[in-house]
């Protein structure tokens, strides 16, 4: 597997240096879209059919899509290239069978990769993948990433749990396989400034997050956003839709620690990057789907502010912002950001 090395820019954020934000044009988008089961309709939540799998493969293929993996949109955004095609990346979580038995023949008859995040505790477990058939599809282009060892709650524990989990999977990982994994997924999508500051530590040149948006040059390259597909979400108009979204371009300068703690509802400030790319008068917001939010943009300061106006009851909450184009008729722009509370 090709290992990408990466140059590091870095951005002050409420005081924490995050090396993942690029603070580059933000000429590169491209939506990254992560799926779990596939024809297992025993979980619907986080599943699939095979029907609508194969019909955004297809959507793909008929529309000229360049499909490529996570860590090449780490290295095309980190160049910041400009893309003349059309361009997304497919990841799946977990490593369960069904991607082997039921999504791994389809992305073959299209001729399509993806990035394969594998739980090394689960495998070879009822349901998941063996290390024989992750090889398999590892030789026939899939990429391979690291998806923890146990999946387990990290933010819940001290920093040493996080720590020596990692240790686990990537010495099994490179027992297994030969290599270790360079890209990350957080279970769950959760993670800390200290989980960050360990990946760096042990090698990792990217993560994968599980709050909704566009990869671009504005991606925190260690909190990727990725548009989760299942259940209601996957139909295909909601995913041609997706294929075709920009990121809006801000970077958070307060709330971003992610964690719910002290004020409840949490603030989020936002530094809007570059408003003249977007129709600044119809920014729209929402929290977990509803419009249940104070939200305000000073044009002088171009900052935007969102709250919840309702106590943060769930574990993961997400606040988002979409707003249209401001040249372009039928392009939109997405950010997401993902609180926790403990």
Partial sequence: MKKIVLLWVSMTIAGFVSPGYSQITGKTNIPCFTYHRFADDRYPSTNITLPDFENH??????????????GEVVSIVKEDKQI??????????DGYKTFYENAMPLLKKYGFTATLFINTDMVGNKDFMTWKEIREVENEGIEIGNHSHEHAYFVDYNIKKFEEDLQI???????KLGFVPVLYSYPYG??????IDLLHQYGLEAAAAQNSGVISGYSDLMALPRFPVAGSFSNLQQFKAKTNMKALPVNPVSGSAHIVSGKNPPLLKLHLL??????TKALQSFIAGSVNCSFQYDQTSNMITMQS?????????????????ATTSGVWYWYSYLWIKK
């Fill in 190 to 195: 959760e993670y800390t400034h200290e989980m």
């Fill in 309 to 325: 106006e309702n106590k943060l009851n769930e574990r993961r909450t997400v606040y988002t912002i979409t707003a249209p184009s």
């Fill in 169 to 175: 999977s990537q010495k099994i990982f490179d027992e």
């Fill in 84 to 93: 003349d095609h059309k361009t997304v990346a497919l990841s799946v979580d």
């Fill in 57 to 70: 493969l297809k959507y793909l293929k008929q529309n000229n899509f360049n499909v490529i993996t996570l």
């Fill in 274 to 279: 570059n408003p003249g790319l977007i129709n």
